[in-house]
């Protein structure tokens, strides 16, 4: 059987295609040569992209761990961000964290310690333990490393380490990390008050001596009055810039550590002697009292002038969970779910306004409102000349409002001792020694500052 010729041309395109096999077979070597070596050696390894975990016990989750390799190899840091959901307040003892790793920092299985800060955690508040692995054992970066963790703690009932009971508590735990290079920084925030009180920031309460850890942000801050005391003022480190320190109610942005200190005046029992020229009826001075009812919503500054904008900021009870939302009008959410606060920029304002705002505590079935005042031309403002005085002095009182409203001094609030259009001055006489707490109160837009004034002893 004759078989059939090979069509024309055939054999050429076979020898080509053989010739250019055997001319660039060298080029796909290398090729496939290159994919092996970036497989096996290649700087992404896949270890690299094995998630971090950290596992204690429920009531003390890990926020956060890393594993830091330092500069030049030395050393190796381990840091755990932890909660502290377990007491009223833990006491973290010096070496109060050990660590076992194998073949980390030096060959076979090795304990390292360190220790937390701050010593004394709140509940419900974070603590941040490190220990330093020292050692020339070091894996290469984006290796795995698996560590067994041990806590130390005593479980405390106040503010006080002298209160703590001697019994100290172990809990254990694993954390599977991956050596990194670079960490999240977290800095200290440590918060005082010239008298004895709770200072809440982003609705966490903190008694005063608090130190607690934030990475750089904004956060949201209150100081509770106690009885018989008015709040004056915030001050704060250069690391700390606020956006009001005459507000109870303020917002503080970190810039690193540093201190906030919330400051109180003691202020005149409830009644007093009438002032010189004052209203007949009997003139009484309140002492404020503050404690937090949650919800409960907070403005960064109230009031607020035209083209300004404002953080409004929705607290609720942190132990109800994600449930906690802004509403403005009631309905419509503007942040949350979310557990403990939420909070919301306003646009600019174009108008002199009052908003109300709403704060919803879904889990508990709870809300709560406050208005928001936009003012169009000038917060008031009150002067006092001279000040301080003597209980033989007298003061002039000064209050300028928007010059299109009534202005009034008031002294208690609602008490008005003048009023005038745009402004109204008036002498007061014949107080007792103490603090004043003295209001220039824009009558119109319903909007009123303090401030203080002080009568001493001749």
């Given at each position: 059987m004759l078989g059939r010729s090979a069509p024309a041309g055939s054999t050429e395109r076979q020898q080509s295609a053989i010739e250019m096999l055997t001319t660039y077979s060298w080029v796909f070597l290398i090729i496939?040569?290159?994919?092996?070596v970036v497989i096996l050696y290649g700087t992404s390894s896949p270890s690299q992209y094995i998630a971090s975990q950290c596992s204690i016990q429920p009531l003390l989750p890990c926020k956060e761990t890393i594993l830091t390799a330092a500069s030049g190899g030395s050393q190796i840091q381990f840091r755990a961000l932890i909660v502290?959901?377990?007491?009223?307040?833990?006491?973290?003892?010096?070496?109060?964290?050990?660590?076992?790793?194998?073949?980390?920092?030096?060959?076979?299985?090795?304990?390292?310690?360190?220790?937390?800060?701050?010593?004394?955690?709140?509940?419900?508040?974070?603590?941040?333990?490190?220990?330093?692995?020292?050692?020339?054992?070091q894996p290469s970066i984006g290796t795995s490393v698996t560590l067994t963790l041990y806590l130390k703690y005593q479980i405390c009932q106040t503010f006080s380490t002298s209160n703590?009971?001697?019994?100290?508590?172990?809990?254990?735990?694993?954390?599977?990390?991956?050596?990194?290079?670079?960490?999240?920084?977290?800095?200290?925030?440590?918060?005082?008050?010239n008298v004895n009180t709770l200072i809440s920031?982003?609705?966490?309460?903190?008694?005063?001596?608090?130190?607690?850890?934030?990475?750089?942000?904004?956060?949201?801050?209150?100081a509770l009055a106690p009885t018989g005391y008015g709040f004056t003022a915030w001050t704060s480190s250069s690391k700390i810039s606020l956006t009001s320190t005459v507000n109870q109610n303020t917002s503080a942005t970190l810039t690193g550590s540093g201190t906030l200190t919330a400051n109180f005046i003691s202020i005149v029992p409830a009644t007093t002697t009438t002032p010189s020229g004052a209203p007949t009826s009997t003139t009484t001075v309140t002492a404020t009292t503050t404690s937090i009812v949650y919800p409960y919503v907070g403005f960064s500054k109230n009031p607020i002038l035209v083209g300004n904008t404002a953080v409004v900021t929705a607290y609720c009870n942190p132990a109800d969970g994600a449930y906690c939302q802004l509403e403005q009008p009631q309905g419509t959410v503007l942040c949350g779910p979310s557990s403990g606060s939420c909070?919301?920029?306003?646009?600019?304002?174009?108008?002199?306004?009052?908003?109300?705002?709403?704060?919803?505590?879904?889990?508990?079935v709870q809300t709560a409102s406050a208005n928001l005042i936009v003012v169009g031309n000038t917060i008031p403002i009150l002067t006092i000349s001279p000040n301080p005085i003597t209980t033989a002095g007298d003061a002039i009182l000064t209050a300028t409002c928007n010059s299109l409203d009534v202005c009034a001094v008031d002294y208690p609030l609602g008490t008005h001792l003048c009023t005038g259009s745009g402004s109204c001055a008036y002498t007061i006489s014949g107080l007792a020694v103490g603090n004043y707490l003295v209001y220039a109160n824009d009558t119109n837009s319903l909007v009123a500052t303090a401030n203080v004034l002080t009568v001493n002893a001749i």
């Amino acid at each position: 059987m004759l078989g059939r010729s090979a069509p024309a041309g055939s054999t050429e395109r076979q020898q080509s295609a053989i010739e250019m096999l055997t001319t660039y077979s060298w080029v796909f070597l290398i090729i496939g040569l290159v994919v092996v070596v970036v497989i096996l050696y290649g700087t992404s390894s896949p270890s690299q992209y094995i998630a971090s975990q950290c596992s204690i016990q429920p009531l003390l989750p890990c926020k956060e761990t890393i594993l830091t390799a330092a500069s030049g190899g030395s050393q190796i840091q381990f840091r755990a961000l932890i909660v502290n959901n377990l007491a009223p307040y833990m006491y973290l003892p010096g070496n109060s964290l050990t660590i076992t790793a194998t073949n980390l920092g030096s060959y076979g299985t090795s304990n390292y310690t360190g220790t937390c800060s701050p010593v004394l955690a709140a509940k419900e508040s974070q603590f941040i333990c490190t220990a330093n692995v020292p050692g020339s054992l070091q894996p290469s970066i984006g290796t795995s490393v698996t560590l067994t963790l041990y806590l130390k703690y005593q479980i405390c009932q106040t503010f006080s380490t002298s209160n703590c009971p001697t019994a100290q508590y172990l809990s254990s735990g694993t954390a599977i990390q991956t050596l990194s290079k670079t960490s999240t920084q977290y800095y200290t925030l440590t918060l005082h008050s010239n008298v004895n009180t709770l200072i809440s920031v982003q609705g966490q309460e903190y008694p005063s001596g608090t130190s607690i850890l934030l990475p750089l942000g904004t956060y949201s801050a209150y100081a509770l009055a106690p009885t018989g005391y008015g709040f004056t003022a915030w001050t704060s480190s250069s690391k700390i810039s606020l956006t009001s320190t005459v507000n109870q109610n303020t917002s503080a942005t970190l810039t690193g550590s540093g201190t906030l200190t919330a400051n109180f005046i003691s202020i005149v029992p409830a009644t007093t002697t009438t002032p010189s020229g004052a209203p007949t009826s009997t003139t009484t001075v309140t002492a404020t009292t503050t404690s937090i009812v949650y919800p409960y919503v907070g403005f960064s500054k109230n009031p607020i002038l035209v083209g300004n904008t404002a953080v409004v900021t929705a607290y609720c009870n942190p132990a109800d969970g994600a449930y906690c939302q802004l509403e403005q009008p009631q309905g419509t959410v503007l942040c949350g779910p979310s557990s403990g606060s939420c909070s919301f920029t306003t646009p600019t304002e174009t108008t002199s306004k009052t908003i109300t705002f709403f704060a919803n505590d879904i889990w508990a079935v709870q809300t709560a409102s406050a208005n928001l005042i936009v003012v169009g031309n000038t917060i008031p403002i009150l002067t006092i000349s001279p000040n301080p005085i003597t209980t033989a002095g007298d003061a002039i009182l000064t209050a300028t409002c928007n010059s299109l409203d009534v202005c009034a001094v008031d002294y208690p609030l609602g008490t008005h001792l003048c009023t005038g259009s745009g402004s109204c001055a008036y002498t007061i006489s014949g107080l007792a020694v103490g603090n004043y707490l003295v209001y220039a109160n824009d009558t119109n837009s319903l909007v009123a500052t303090a401030n203080v004034l002080t009568v001493n002893a001749i």
